[in-house]
């Protein structure tokens, strides 16, 4: 990408970048030394505060433009998800009807092929109690393992009434219930409440699964 960056900023970021690079792991063995790697912290401390103003020089003003433009949008933006939230929450009640409606014809059409499967297992039964009676006992076996054959004719009248375009799927949600109850691994530590409870506590803080200790830190005010 083309740098595009005022030349003053340019040049403060070479310069800084060279200092930057000229930090190495630094062992103090007296108080001279100690006095130096002060002052070289402190400058770090002070380049880096430099640095992080010359960014929001840059920043600043896109951030601003940004939230300008967001502001403009977000509105609408959210006009518009809340009309498809309502038509989808229209669409799922109106597919629930008619999943209803289709179970409630299949059951009367299933009703309707076992019935008709009675009828028909019915009147070969009577066929084959004549051939018995007329003395044909071979054609009545036939008719009986004719009629244990006949079973319902499955009929299906589900039909496609859903809009081109427009899918259904299913997924799996969740809803806390009962905290208590939830296994630990679906537990999130809040490490920031931890952290603030060591801060405040120090020395007599104590929770069960938690080691609190104190590190050194070190602190360095800029020039």
Same mark, same amino acid.
């Given at each position: 990408?083309?740098?595009? %960056?005022?030349?003053?900023? =340019?040049?403060?970021?070479?310069?800084?970048?060279?200092?930057?690079?000229?930090?190495?792991? !630094? *062992?103090?063995?007296?108080?001279?030394?100690?006095?130096?790697?002060?002052?070289?912290?402190?400058? *770090?401390?002070?380049?880096?505060?430099?640095?992080?103003?010359?960014?929001?020089?840059?920043?600043? +003003?896109?951030?601003?433009?940004?939230?300008?433009?967001? &502001?403009?949008?977000? +509105?609408?933006?959210?006009?518009?998800?809340?009309?498809?939230?309502?038509?989808?929450?229209? *669409?799922?009640?109106?597919?629930?009807?008619?999943?209803?409606?289709?179970?409630?014809?299949?059951?009367?059409?299933?009703?309707?092929?076992?019935?008709?499967?009675?009828?028909?297992?019915?009147?070969?039964?009577?066929?084959?109690?004549?051939?018995?009676?007329?003395?044909? +006992?071979?054609?009545?076996?036939?008719?009986?393992?004719?009629?244990?054959? !006949?079973?319902? !004719?499955?009929?299906?009248?589900?039909?496609?009434?859903?809009?081109?375009? *427009?899918?259904?799927?299913?997924?799996?949600?969740?809803?806390?219930?009962?905290?208590?109850?939830?296994?630990? =691994?679906?537990?999130?530590?809040?490490?920031?409440? %931890?952290?603030?409870? &060591?801060?405040?506590?120090?020395?007599?803080?104590?929770?069960?699964?938690?080691?609190?200790?104190?590190?050194?830190? !070190? &602190?360095?005010?800029?020039?």
């Amino acid at each position: 990408m083309e740098n595009t %960056l005022p030349a003053e900023i =340019q040049s403060f970021l070479e310069i800084v970048e060279m200092e930057a690079e000229g930090c190495v792991e !630094v *062992i103090i063995n007296d108080d001279q030394q100690m006095q130096e790697a002060s002052t070289l912290l402190r400058s *770090i401390k002070t380049r880096a505060k430099e640095l992080e103003e010359k960014r929001f020089e840059l920043t600043r +003003p896109l951030d601003a433009a940004k939230a300008n433009i967001m &502001a403009l949008f977000k +509105p609408i933006a959210d006009k518009l998800a809340n009309g498809e939230r309502l038509i989808k929450t229209g *669409i799922i009640n109106r597919e629930r009807a008619i999943a209803e409606e289709n179970r409630r014809l299949q059951e009367i059409a299933d009703k309707a092929a076992a019935e008709e499967a009675e009828r028909k297992k019915a009147a070969i039964v009577a066929d084959a109690e004549v051939a018995l009676a007329e003395g044909k +006992p071979e054609l009545a076996v036939a008719y009986v393992n004719k009629a244990e054959e !006949v079973k319902p !004719v499955p009929v299906n009248v589900a039909a496609n009434r859903r809009p081109t375009g *427009i899918s259904l799927k299913e997924e799996w949600v969740h809803e806390v219930t009962d905290q208590k109850l939830i296994p630990d =691994q679906f537990k999130t530590i809040d490490e920031a409440a %931890l952290a603030r409870y &060591a801060k405040a506590m120090k020395e007599r803080a104590e929770v069960p699964g938690v080691k609190f200790f104190k590190r050194e830190v !070190v &602190a360095a005010r800029r020039f």
